[in-house]
Every structure is written in C-alpha cells, then in structure tokens.
Nanobody
Framework: QVQLVESGGGLVQPGGSLQLSCAAAGFTFRTYYMNWYRQAPGKERELVAS???????DYADSVKGRFAISRDNAENAVYLQLNNLQLEDTGVYFCNAKRTVWGVKETNYWGQGTQVTVSS
C-alpha cells in the first residue's frame, strides 16, 4: 500500500517558520523525484520545490531563499523547511512522488495535504 503521510502544518505569523514532513511507504522511494506543491483557494496548484533522487533541488521563484527541501532516502522521508513565511504562502501543501519510466509511464503519488496558514 502506497502511503505519503504528511505532518507539520499549522498556523504561523508572518516571518515565522514551519517544517513540513512527509513519510513515504509502499514504493521504491529512492528512485522517485519528491516534490512539494501548494494550492491556495481559487488558485491553481503550484509546484513549490523538487528534489531529485540524489539530492539536486529546484524551487519556485517565489520561495527561493526562504524554503529548503531535503530528503532522507534511508528513512523514506522528505521535508520542506519554510522560513520567513508570508501571507501569500498560505495554502494546502501536498507531498508528491513522481517517476517517469523512459517517458512511457508516469507514476504520481500524493499525500493528503497539510494546511499552512500565515496570518497576522
């Protein structure tokens, strides 16, 4: 059974920090790209950060310098450190695992989402 279990969301004031965690099971974690997406009400889902199996990272321009994605392949876990949070960071954050096999088949797994609310 594939599982992506998220934790760490909550309410924080502008300028504050949170760390989101995603614990994975049921697939070969180390071979998957791991991603964090977020979605605010009335907005499209947005890719926030990605980390490759070996650790290369990429970020949306809006969060560069503030967020950091990391993974622990031994523990099948991915994290997102959110620093200097702003009101526009509010949304539901989703953990995603993705693998494309020779461009033929794309596999996506999703977590349940965790709410991050930034409010003054």
């Amino acid at each position: 059974q594939v599982q992506l279990v998220e934790s760490g969301g909550g309410l924080v004031q502008p300028g504050g920090s949170l760390q989101l965690s995603c614990a994975a099971a049921g697939f070969t974690f180390r071979t998957y790209y791991m991603n964090w997406y977020r979605q605010a009400p009335g907005k499209e889902r947005e890719l926030v950060a990605s980390i490759a199996p070996r650790g290369d990272t990429d970020y949306a321009d809006s969060v560069k310098g503030r967020f950091a994605i990391s993974r622990d392949n031994a523990e099948n876990a991915v994290y997102l450190q959110l620093n200097n949070l702003q009101l526009e960071d509010t949304g539901v954050y989703f953990c995603n695992a993705k693998r494309t096999v020779w461009g033929v088949k794309e596999t996506n797994y999703w977590g349940q989402g965790t709410q991050v609310t930034v409010s003054s």
